[in-house]
């Protein structure tokens, strides 16, 4: 049987005690009020990894700066050699260093009509990263992939790494190897890691598009960008 109770009633038990109220929270000590509304400490800021480039690419990268030469638009210098990229700010400031990957064979001029002929038909003396100054913006390739096209007649992009490609070729592994031989595995396409496409390269070309300076492996510098040889006589003349 249940007992109801009346208004009274209940009145009377709380006054009774029978109802009991929550327990009240411990006052906290002032020694953790103090900590508690103390100002958090500032997170430590993320330092860039040094910049390191070969004497070629320090040599295009100062006569960019000093010259002018990228026309207030961001660019990147990729050696070759050393299988490396360096992004800089219109301003000549250099943003970051990375690993690339790069055609797998050695030269610097690509093959006449490589650029329309399907990936199948490409022979292995034809995957060559071409040499050169080039104004690159970004467009789409096959299966609507958005890249950075370098020189689009010849179909030379920047881009992540294909994810097929990365099982396959053990692309990712080339990639993050200290040695630079091994690098050399792509049709011609300029590989990037991931990361650093999405939150630097695209932030930094989206806009307006920027140049990309990619080193010789055999021609002389002077011979690929015949520009350098004016600042570099300019700044023996300064010198003087």
Not at 77 to 92: E, P, T
Not at 103 to 120: E, F, Q
């Amino acid at each position: 049987m249940i007992k109801i109770l009346t208004p009274l009633a209940g009145l009377a038990l709380i006054a009774a005690g029978a109802v009991h109220a929550a327990p009240a929270k411990p006052r906290a000590s002032a020694k953790a009020r103090a900590a508690k509304s103390a100002p958090r400490p500032a997170p430590a800021p993320v330092v860039a990894a040094p910049v390191i480039a070969s004497a070629q690419a320090q040599l295009v990268a100062d006569w960019i700066a000093a010259s002018g030469d990228n026309r207030a638009l961001p660019y990147a210098v990729i050696d070759k050699q050393a299988a490396s990229l360096i992004l800089y700010d219109a301003k000549g400031k250099p943003l970051e260093q990375v690993p690339v990957l790069i055609g797998i064979a050695p030269g610097d001029d690509a093959t006449p009509g490589v650029g329309s002929k399907k990936l199948g038909e490409i022979g292995p003396a034809e995957k060559t990263t071409p040499a050169g100054r080039f104004l690159a913006k970004f467009g789409y390739a096959a299966g609507r992939q958005r890249v950075l096209w370098v020189d689009y007649t010849n179909s030379v992009a920047i881009h992540a790494i294909p994810a097929d490609a990365a099982k396959t070729e053990q692309r990712r592994e080339r990639m993050l190897s200290p040695a630079a031989d091994d690098n050399r595995i792509t049709f011609g396409c300029i590989n990037v890691p991931h990361a650093f496409y999405g939150a630097k390269l695209r932030p930094v070309f989206q806009k307006k598009g920027g140049y990309v300076y990619v080193l010789p492996d055999t021609k002389p510098l002077e011979e690929v960008f015949p520009r350098l040889r004016v600042h570099a006589l300019t700044a023996g003349t300064a010198s003087l």
